[in-house]
């Protein structure tokens, strides 16, 4: 019965617009003041609904600065927040992440984040040419475990044009 009275509660939730716009003209031929003041009241409490994902955001990027590099099960355990909101938020600054100093990785079905540290010590070394393995062979002492997350994090760096290329000159 409960989840019959969440599905119910749910469709109306996905089409209140309607039903504010319905009310708001009924409201406008009686009252227009009414109305008026109606409209100003639902836009203010529209725009407050962005609040608390703009905090949230800001609160998960602060705390990965944190760590020099953190899983995303790791970051649900700490947090004690529902696993679809963290991967939305990461996967939203992981969108957003060209021209920041930290980087987020997606490799084998989850995302890792690295701190600005060990994204300049990697590209010191893929700079002087190191190969995967050498790469990997310096980075495990951060805790870097596999030459995919090496690969991911090359393929990520380049993808936004944060890894410079040398040229090979002849």
């Known amino acids: 019965m409960a989840k019959k009275y969440l599905v119910y509660l749910k469709t109306v939730w996905r089409s209140w617009f309607i039903i504010l716009v319905i009310i708001i003209l009924i409201t406008a031929i009686y009252n227009p003041t009414a109305a008026i003041i109606l409209t100003i009241i639902s836009i203010i409490l529209f725009l407050l609904s962005f609040v608390p994902s703009l905090f949230f955001k800001n609160r998960l990027l602060r705390f990965l600065k944190k760590y020099y590099r953190i899983e995303e099960s790791d970051i649900i355990k700490e947090l004690k927040k529902d696993k679809e909101k963290i ?20 490799l084998e079905n989850h995302y890792i984040f690295y701190h600005k540290d060990i994204i300049d010590k990697f590209k010191v070394l893929y700079n002087k040419n190191y190969g995967e393995k050498e790469i990997l062979d310096v980075m495990k002492k951060i805790d870097i475990k596999t030459r995919a997350e090496i690969k991911a994090i090359t393929d990520t760096l380049e993808r936004n044009d944060r890894l410079l290329k040398e040229e090979i000159i002849i």
């Open 87 to 106: 991967r939305n938020g990461i996967f939203k600054l992981s969108q957003k992440q060209k021209n920041k100093n930290w980087l987020i990785v997606f």
